[in-house]
């Protein structure tokens, strides 16, 4: 049995590693902002108003999880707002980029110590983040925050080799969730499985590499 910590764990995918990661027997910390029914409805640990972009993320973080070793740490938290060019919200892509980027920065600092030697680090991203996979434009605070995140997370990569802590940043591919509006190509449950595939066969021989949930090896 692995203890998991997830982040955003709430609803959409992260509910939905809850759920399966639960279900094959490993023990989930669920961190979110408000635990929805579905989430209450898992046996599972749950941990409210967790706050990414909150002031005292840290000082919580490690108050709440003090005594726990972590296995798998799946920053999963995020948001999508709409920006194109001819309406640009500079307050919406701040904060997109501080929950985007900047949040899983902060919980990966604060829980690193917590994480078993070896252990894994997973950061659910997006390909919009890719500057070469950019061939439409648009969504300009989605896009730099994920980009971002890319790079936060191949620098962990690097800086937490010592330990043997695996880095993973992965590409859910393109779900029906609440913050997709219900587009998408697949259901939760298929990137879900699919996540969670790629993230058992995270090595330190394959330590921050940017991958699609279906294995596909995606462009920077």
Known sequence: MSTVVIT?????????????????GDDIIALCRKASAAL???????????DVVADN?????????????????????????YNEFDDLDLASIRRQFDVNAVGPLRVASALSANVSSP???????????????????????????????????????????SRKIAVSILHPGFVR?????????VEPEESARNLINRIDEMTMENTGTFR???????PW
């Open 177 to 185: 969730t609440d913050m997709t509006r219900g587009n998408g190509h």
């Open 119 to 161: 252990g894994k680090l997973a950061f659910i991203t997006s390909r919009m983040g890719s500057i070469e996979d950019n061939t439409s434009g648009g969504r300009y605070g989605y896009r730099a925050s994920k980009c971002a995140l890319n790079m936060f997370a191949k620098s962990i990569s690097h800086d937490l080799a």
């Open 8 to 24: 955003g764990a709430n609803r959409g995918i992260g509910l939905e590693l809850a759920k399966q990661l639960n279900g094959r």
């Open 57 to 81: 993320l840290e000082e919580t973080l490690k108050s709440r999880l003090a005594n726990v070793q972590i296995d798998l740490l799946i920053n999963n938290a995020g948001i999508l707002e």
């Open 40 to 50: 209450q409805g898992l046996d599972v640990r749950i941990e409210e108003e967790i």
């Open 212 to 218: 699609h949930a279906n294995g596909e090896t995606l």
